[in-house]
């Protein structure tokens, strides 16, 4: 059943309601008021039992089946109004769940508001501007400084520097130069530069992640309701009973007094509000979770997959380790590095101030050579700061991370090295959720692998999947082992954007991530925050018993009232305004899920 023929029925039972107190109670027209509730109330259970029997034929079972046959049974033995009020109390639980369910997402949508829209296409001296789905293979297009790279294609002239991180995952720049080949969706440096479109729109890789959120979302993880669980015992049982007593008393409105007060309203009831408060609970610390089916799934999570970039660390690149050769000091490197890079847009040229802020000098004919380096006058001393070759004609061993070298009228000086800082709750978020019964661990990285496993190390990572592409993550997420499921992806940017949609559970650290990795998960991190991830798990497990507690009072108490109903001593309407006492105390008791077992602070390991 959809959200919107759930809400209509609830608001036609409540019309039927209405229009049949009138009729009853105002005008004295008890027989209209038992029509209409009888003629639109089995309607509506009708059109709930052909929704029932398409649930039976995929080989599910729910306990509305009971509640919609108390309803059909009342009203054939003439208790309308408590055939009203078991319909009330079913049309209501399943309202209230699809409130609870996850809402429509809007990431595709997303997707393709940032997805490149026009290019600029060359044709011998002119630039024209064109829709980005009427250029063709062998097309030559200009992409200016700062766009969004159009289409996949190759350099033929000009080098750049581009910013593949919401494709790959890799934080760092990327020199490109011609003859290399460049992606759609990465964000051009501060040089123009001619390309050859080596695919169409349709055929490059932003659109193709595209293809892959489409393809997740239209085969979505099946996941059983909680109370379903305990239908087919709890409904068996009340058949059984209702049919002795009815057998034994010969009076078929027996039959129907033990099916009004076997009615699983609590039941239908109890998981969602719990689920309800727990989403509730979690939204106050600053998580947002879409669906309360994904409270259940969290709470019986077996692997987590974690992207590496934004997510396990920062996402931005700080100064790592300054070598200084040559009679120079590391200060004084760095400090050189930083006065020649100052005036640079480049990443590492915010990075190198935001190192040395205080003790910048002043930096004259400041010369910058895209995808090379940065050459300045300093204190009378031409200062060059970039790759090896362009510094210094000496010779320099490269290091394997991104690095800057310096050079002093020609002369090595010595380099400044870079690295993503991992978050400081990293490691205590992984020991957490192990002590919290997740089996394993994984990271799952466009970067390459011996940053991601030296990462993952560090913070206490089980497995390391590097240099993966988005569809390649998607291959990681589905040969995981089905004894190691529910799945959970935590990732961050574009680039996750199909992976998050893929798992059982798509986490987004949404704080400064992409739009689309926050709207196709299934629960996004609103602060800069790691450890919201562990403390998500523990608000779900709390939840989740809240919720088993909740529905096994509510069996406990329908099985009491079902024993005594079977000796005729609870009318059929006095059995109905029973059920309003049970939801009620399950419903009390389902509360509880909002406000937690234990202080939110105590969520994750103290590091």
Not at 98 to 115: I, M, P, T, V
Not at 229 to 234: D, E, H, M, N, S
Not at 579 to 585: F, I, K, P, R, S
Not at 591 to 596: D, I, K, P, T
Request: glycine letters at 8%; charged letters at 20%.
């Amino acid at each position: 059943m959809n959200k919107l023929s759930n809400y209509t029925r609830l608001i036609g039972v409540l019309l039927v309601g209405v229009i049949a107190l009138i009729l009853q109670f105002a005008l004295n027209l008890p027989t209209y008021a038992q029509i209409v509730i009888s003629t639109l109330g089995s309607l509506i259970a009708l059109l709930m039992f052909i929704d029932m029997v398409k649930t039976l034929r995929s080989g599910k079972f729910g306990v509305d089946l009971l509640a919609i046959t108390a309803v059909i049974a009342t009203i054939a033995v003439g208790e309308y109004w408590a055939a009203l009020i078991v319909l009330l109390m079913l049309t209501g639980g399943d309202a209230l769940e699809d409130y609870a369910a996850n809402k429509a997402n809007s990431e595709l949508q997303s997707l393709l508001e940032n997805s490149p829209q026009s290019a600029h296409l060359l044709n011998g001296d002119n630039i024209e501007d064109v829709r980005i789905d009427q250029v063709k293979v062998g097309d030559r297009i200009v992409v200016k400084p700062g766009e969004v790279i159009p289409v996949d294609g190759t350099i033929t002239e000009g080098v750049t520097t581009v910013d593949e991180s919401s494709l790959t995952g890799e934080s760092r720049p990327i020199d490109k130069m011609v003859g290399q080949t460049v992606m759609s969706g990465a964000i051009n440096g501060d040089s123009s530069f001619d390309m050859i479109a080596d695919k169409t729109a349709d055929d490059s890789q932003y659109q193709n992640i595209i293809r892959l959120v489409k393809q997740a979302e239209s085969t979505p993880a099946h996941f059983v309701r909680m109370a379903d669980r305990y239908a087919v015992p709890f409904t068996l049982m009340a058949y059984i009973i209702a049919g002795m007593a009815w057998y034994i008393s010969g009076d078929p409105v027996r039959f129907a007094e033990v099916l009004v007060v076997a009615s699983p309203c609590p039941l239908i009831l109890a998981a969602p509000i719990a689920l309800v408060s727990g989403m509730s609970r979690a939204s106050r610390s600053g998580i947002i979770v879409k669906s309360g089916t994904i409270i259940e799934k969290l709470a019986n999570a077996k692997t987590f997959a974690f992207d590496k970039t934004g997510t396990i660390t920062k996402g931005h690149l700080t100064v790592d380790q300054v070598h200084a050769v040559n009679g120079y000091t590391k200060e004084q490197v760095l400090s050189l590095a930083a006065g020649t890079e100052q005036q640079s847009s480049h990443i590492l040229a915010r990075s190198l101030v935001a190192a040395i802020p205080d003790k910048i000098p002043t930096a004259t004919n400041v010369i910058e050579t895209t995808a090379e380096g940065v050459q300045a006058t300093i204190d009378g001393k031409i200062v060059k700061v970039g790759k090896p070759a362009y510094v210094s004609s000496d010779h320099i061993d490269p290091l394997d991370q991104t690095t800057v070298y310096v050079s002093v009228d020609g002369k090595y000086v010595g380099y400044v090295s870079f690295s993503d800082e991992v978050r400081p709750e990293a490691k205590s978020v992984m020991d957490g959720l192990h002590q919290m019964g997740v089996e394993q661990i994984m990271m799952i990285s466009g970067d390459r692998k011996p940053i991601a496993e030296e990462i993952a190390d560090s913070v206490g990572i089980d497995k390391v999947y590097a240099e993966r592409l988005p569809q390649e993550k998607i291959a990681v997420i589905k040969q995981v082992d089905k004894k190691l499921k529910p799945i959970v992806m935590v990732g961050d940017g574009v680039n996750d954007a199909p992976s998050l949609a893929t798992a059982d559970v798509g986490i987004a650290m949404g704080a400064h991530g992409a739009t689309a990795a926050s709207e196709s998960a299934d629960a996004v991190v609103l602060k800069d925050d790691l450890s919201l991830v562990g403390k998500a798990v523990k608000i779900s497990d709390d939840t989740m018993n809240v919720a088993r507690q909740s529905v096994l009072i509510g069996i406990a108490i329908c099985t009491i009232l079902i024993l005594i109903a079977s000796f005729g001593v609870i009318p059929a309407i006095i059995g109905a305004m029973l059920q309003e006492v049970v939801d009620t105390v399950t419903i009390l008791w389902a509360l509880r899920a909002r406000g937690g077992d234990k202080p939110e602070a105590d969520l994750v390991p103290a590091q």
